[in-house]
């Protein structure tokens, strides 16, 4: 994987001390569920972009040929290790959201769950995920965004700070500001919680 900007290396180095206690459970309030909501929906040659320590991997269907990208080497050992639990033959690598090394059109999905909110360029990691879908394939993301409540917003503007220096952590962030720009068509919508997390699948135009 070629050396990633400074902002990617520091969320990187957060993520080899403090991953897990980072990630949240999949029991948890707010996201409970929403592993399996995105990975039951996966289909084909499918893509996870920035898969942690692997919570999704045993709930792909087991017909997906699942390919995984990370930049934490503590997070993606992890990942080996449920996906060895699981017994699933996952392709699982170091890699970059914003530069991912994969030829144009090889995925028929791409799947984000909890990641967008942390890559710096979340803009140009969707125009990447477009680039290496093939026409008609789907866009899946589970992301924490902005609340269309103004009150949980302003808590979210006001926790920001604190986020960003602890996790690199965007609140203010919604996938939807972008998916049109990088040729996307929204097939599947849901928010709840609070309107803070957000469940999405999109189909790349041809």
Same mark, same amino acid.
């Given at each position: 994987?070629?050396?990633?900007?400074?902002?990617?290396?520091?969320?990187?180095?957060?993520?080899?001390?403090?991953?897990?206690?980072?990630?949240?459970?999949?029991?948890?309030?707010?996201?409970?569920?929403?592993?399996?909501?995105?990975?039951?929906?996966?289909?084909?040659?499918?893509?996870?972009?920035?898969? $942690?320590?692997?919570?999704?991997?045993?709930?792909?269907?087991?017909?997906?040929?699942?390919?995984?990208?990370?930049?934490?080497?503590?997070?993606? $050992?992890?990942?080996?290790?449920?996906?060895?639990?699981?017994?699933?033959?996952?392709?699982?690598?170091?890699?970059?959201?914003?530069?991912?090394?994969?030829?144009?059109?090889?995925?028929?999905?791409?799947?984000?769950?909890?990641?967008?909110?942390?890559?710096?360029?979340?803009?140009?990691?969707?125009?990447?995920?477009?680039?290496?879908?093939?026409?008609?394939?789907?866009?899946?993301?589970?992301?924490?965004?902005?609340?269309?409540?103004?009150?949980?917003?302003?808590?979210?503007?006001?926790?920001?700070?604190? $986020?960003?220096?602890?996790?690199?952590?965007?609140?203010?962030?919604?996938?939807?500001?972008?998916?049109?720009?990088?040729?996307?068509?929204?097939?599947?919508?849901?928010?709840?919680?609070? $309107?803070?997390?957000?469940?999405?699948?999109?189909?790349?135009?041809?």
């Amino acid at each position: 994987m070629p050396p990633l900007d400074p902002e990617s290396e520091r969320i990187r180095a957060i993520y080899d001390r403090r991953g897990p206690a980072l990630t949240p459970g999949d029991g948890s309030f707010l996201f409970g569920g929403s592993r399996q909501w995105l990975a039951s929906r996966a289909s084909g040659d499918t893509l996870e972009i920035g898969i $942690g320590g692997g919570r999704t991997i045993r709930h792909y269907p087991p017909d997906v040929r699942l390919t995984g990208i990370e930049p934490s080497g503590v997070m993606l $050992g992890r990942a080996r290790a449920e996906a060895r639990a699981a017994g699933r033959a996952v392709d699982l690598r170091e890699g970059d959201a914003m530069a991912l090394d994969f030829p144009d059109a090889s995925f028929d999905t791409v799947a984000f769950c909890l990641v967008l909110c942390t890559v710096p360029d979340d803009r140009g990691a969707l125009h990447e995920a477009a680039r290496v879908l093939r026409p008609g394939g789907r866009l899946l993301a589970v992301e924490h965004v902005r609340s269309p409540n103004p009150i949980v917003r302003l808590v979210e503007r006001l926790w920001q700070p604190i $986020g960003l220096r602890q996790a690199g952590d965007h609140m203010l962030r919604d996938p939807l500001d972008h998916l049109d720009d990088a040729g996307f068509d929204v097939e599947t919508f849901e928010r709840g919680r609070l $309107g803070i997390v957000e469940r999405l699948v999109a189909v790349r135009r041809a």
